[in-house]
């Protein structure tokens, strides 16, 4: 039993925030943020509009292009460092029920921008093992909720928004997913970090005096491990496979800066038409990210069955992560 990409799905919210906008809230610039980063603008979640809503938007999508019912689904994964709740119940929960799931396994990963990459590692487990049939995994992020909108070294980076697959149960080699890498590395865990709520720093008035419930980067340092373990990672599952990144139409890198995927890519010696590239218009939307873009790239039909994908991610944790896959989906 193979584990096969078998759709994919994303919401974007409609209210945009731009360069401009933030240069009204903090100490920054358009250029600036255009020539660190290469954002140009980033997606906010209404007010009302939670993780879990705007991750059935893009689930229900994903479940219809699988030509699947909601009922065929029998595990639902999903990845958020902003869940609807920080204790319980899980956002996959909420989802499950959102979506009308009923008697399904579901629970969240927490590894940050990774998190994507992560649940489809464990869908592909889970299928192989014959446990599950179709998996939903899910990207979804409300960043918005855990930005410091006072903070210009973070909140110029990050948006909001949800991407979504369903991986199904294959006999054929010829559709399957090929290889993914996960890994972690928690002794750099102060690199990225929101301190509260946990049991470190539980709910209190210095919490919130002091703005422990914003997320907190070493933004520079985080840079530099990003370039070195993101190229690492992809040269290590290209040459596993004996795969020559000449041959991948699709590179689909976390969208976090222009300037680590350009380095990446130059690495690999990727041309422009293979390197996906959406930071411009989402900015780092964390877990939802590579799903987000991949979505981008099916919906303007650049993205064909058959065709061959390597992710490649990088986050909080610090986890990081790749997989080598073809689109096993209908083409739109
Ligand atoms: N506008 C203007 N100036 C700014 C801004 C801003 N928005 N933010 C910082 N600066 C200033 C700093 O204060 C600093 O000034 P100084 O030299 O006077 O001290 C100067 O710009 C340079 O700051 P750096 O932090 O060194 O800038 P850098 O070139 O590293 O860019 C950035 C910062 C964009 C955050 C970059 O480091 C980055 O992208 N890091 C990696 C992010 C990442 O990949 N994270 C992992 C995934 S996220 C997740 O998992 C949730």
Known sequence: MYAKFHSIGAYVPSTVLS????????????EWILKRTGIRERRIARDDEVTSDMAKIASEIAIKRAGLNHSDIDLIVCATVTPDYFNMPSTACVIADKLGIKDVQAFDISAACSGFVYALSVAKAFIE????RHVLIIGAEKFSSIVDYTDRSTCILFGDGAGASVISATNDKSEAIIDIHA??????SDFLVTPAPGSVNPLSQRVLDEGLNFVQMKGNETFKLAV?????????ILSDNNIDAKDIPHFVPHQANYRIIKAVGGALKMTKEQVVLTVDKYGNTSA????????DIYE???LKKGELMLLDTFGGGLTWASALLPFSGDNL
Do not use: Q, W
């Open 300 to 302: 303007a039909g650049r």
């Open 288 to 295: 939802a990210s590579i799903p987000m873009a991949i979505n």
């Open 19 to 30: 360069n401009a906008d933030l240069e009204k809230m903090v100490d920054t610039s358009d």
């Open 129 to 132: 093992s014959g446990m599950k």
């Open 228 to 236: 070195k373990t993101l190229t690492k990672d992809v040269k290590e």
């Open 183 to 188: 890994s972690a590395d928690g002794a750099y």
